[in-house]
């Protein structure tokens, strides 16, 4: 069956004309699940009986049921496991930062991309995320939270390029007028590198920010760290994001997660300002959060700054990601890991 809350104003009218109900119904359905971000069809009061009755029949319709929610007493951050209505667990996270509310969102649950210092694809793939399920994560979170959210990060669970198509229709959906109408430039979508994906993306000419995370300047060392890098060299990767910047104007961000002894090297950073050099970019340095299944230990401090400060004489625009919600559970996918084997 389709799911309601993941069709686009012009799909539900085809859907309307289907069921011989006037094209208005569209609009009044898409309000009331993007604008009112009711739970399912039985809210839908000022449709008929009848209408609301075939909703419910022959038509799926996403809502989150938050299953475990964290405030970080430090900094506000919250962390949430929200549960799908086939029972998978999902998480999602919301930052309090100067600008504004900032969610940061799974794509998919679980990841097949087996990134080394991931917790998240420890299982594997189980299954894409809908459309509606990527906006759910952000609606639920605006109604527990009372406040608006304003920046989106896809930089949770799952590789979103290996979920395009529902990305995309996410990206339509969450800056629809009639709906949320989010900015893209309040998105950021980050990649481990999927090469032929960057360059469709940069074809859609979007507004969204895209970062891509590199995390070693070599082949070599990439590749220890990252299996997608078997698959697509550094040169093609990069090359692939120069792409995505001319065709869209938008900076590039390179990621790159410092893991002790292994890619935070003077050399490493030298490396890395070889290949950035003269690129209107902006490098983001993540002291690597370390899981308990890997070996792959954080930097001091005074090290990443070290790190940072090579980048800088060379003329690279880079930042260290400052930590949030320490005092609660930490790396990405480590909480919906802990919240599935305590079943
Ligand atoms: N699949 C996408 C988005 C999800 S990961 C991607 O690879 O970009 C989001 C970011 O968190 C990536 O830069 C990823 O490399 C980083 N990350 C994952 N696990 C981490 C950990 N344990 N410590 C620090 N960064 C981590």
Redesign the pocket.
């Given at each position: 069956m389709k799911d309601l809350r993941s069709l686009t104003i012009e799909e539900l009218q085809e859907e309307m004309k289907a069921l011989g109900q006037p094209a208005f119904r569209a609009v009044q359905i898409f309000d009331w699940l993007h604008g009112k971000k009711v739970s399912g069809p039985d809210a839908m009061r000022n449709l008929p009986l009848s209408l609301r009755e075939t909703l419910r029949q022959s038509y799926d319709c996403t809502y989150l049921r938050m299953e475990l929610r964290l405030i970080s007493k430090e900094d506000g951050t919250r962390k949430y496991v929200f549960e799908l209505q086939d029972g998978n667990v999902i998480e999602s996270v919301l930052m309090k930062y100067d600008y504004g509310n900032t969610v940061c969102i799974s794509?998919q649950v679980g990841?097949r991309?087996g990134?080394r210092?991931?917790?998240?694809t420890l299982d594997g793939l189980a299954r894409d995320l809908l459309p509606g399920e990527m906006l759910e994560q952000i609606y639920r979170i605006e109604e527990d939270l009372g406040e608006k959210v304003s920046h989106i990060v896809?930089?949770?669970?799952?590789?979103?390029l290996d979920n395009l198509e529902n990305l995309l229709r996410f990206l339509d959906l969450i800056t629809h007028p009639k709906g949320k109408n989010l900015s893209e430039r309040n998105i950021t979508v980050?990649?481990?590198?999927l090469v032929p994906q960057i360059r469709k993306l940069a074809q859609e000419k979007r507004q969204i920010t895209l970062?891509?995370?590199l995390?070693a300047a070599r082949d070599e060392l990439r590749q220890s760290m990252m299996p997608v890098a078997h698959r697509y060299s550094v040169a093609e990767t990069v090359a692939a994001c120069d792409e995505y910047f001319s065709l869209t104007g938008r900076r590039m961000s390179y990621?790159y997660?410092l893991v002790k002894g292994v890619n935070d090297g003077d050399s490493d950073a030298e490396d890395l300002s070889a290949l950035l050099k003269g690129k209107n970019c902006h490098v983001n340095l993540?002291?690597?959060?370390?899981?308990r299944e890997r070996d792959?230990q954080t930097p001091d401090r005074e090290h990443a700054v070290r790190f940072q400060k090579i980048l800088e004489k060379n003329g690279i625009n880079a930042t260290i990601r400052r930590k949030m919600g320490a005092d609660i559970e930490s790396?990405?996918?480590q909480l919906r890991r802990r919240f599935k084997t305590q079943e």
């Open positions: 794509s990841c991309m990134c210092f991931c917790a998240s896809v930089m949770g669970t799952g590789e979103p980050s990649t481990c590198g970062a891509l995370s995390h990621e997660s993540i002291p690597v959060n370390p899981i792959y790396a990405c996918g």
